[in-house]
Structure formats: C-alpha cells, structure tokens
C-alpha cells in the first residue's frame, strides 16, 4: 500500500513517468492517477494522456509508476 511520507496520503496517487495532458498551473501534474482502496489494492486508474496498453503496465507494476502523491505533489511515497 503506497502512503505518502509527507502528508499521509493513502489513497490519490500519480505518475512522473506520464507526462501531464497541458503542462499549466492548473492541471493534473501527470497523464496518470490511480485511487488505492482501503486495504492497498488498486481501485480505479484514470488516464489522460496515456493510451490502455500503458495504463496496463501501470496497474500489474503500481510500485514502479505510482510515485507521487496526488493531495501534496511529493515524491516520498513509502510502498512497504
């Protein structure tokens, strides 16, 4: 179950391997984002600029591409 160190973040969740669909001060801050469940599955992935076959790599390898924290933007996600 990934948690964010910083802020306690259980659930909202991005990738910095997935660019952002527009790069501005408004936007998603990545192409991908995944809602953990409660007990650490992976719930829903939303994607935005990436296509299903990616979106596939990221739900079976979540560890690898589910690195930032969606509620405060760091990247100290602790997975153990």
């Known amino acids: 179950m ?7 973040n259980n659930r909202l969740f991005g ?13 998603p801050m990545t192409g991908i984002m995944a809602d953990f469940q409660p ?8 994607q935005m600029t990436t296509d ?3 979106a596939s790599r990221a739900a079976a390898r979540p560890r690898e591409y589910f690195d930032t924290c969606l509620k405060c933007g760091s990247q ?4 153990d």
């Open 15 to 27: 990738s910095s391997l997935i660019s952002p669909a527009a790069p501005t001060a408004n936007g």
């Open 76 to 79: 100290d996600v602790d997975w």
């Open 39 to 46: 007990g650490g599955e992976l719930g829903t992935i939303t």
């Open 52 to 54: 299903r076959k990616e």
């Open 2 to 8: 990934p948690v964010c160190r910083n802020c306690g």
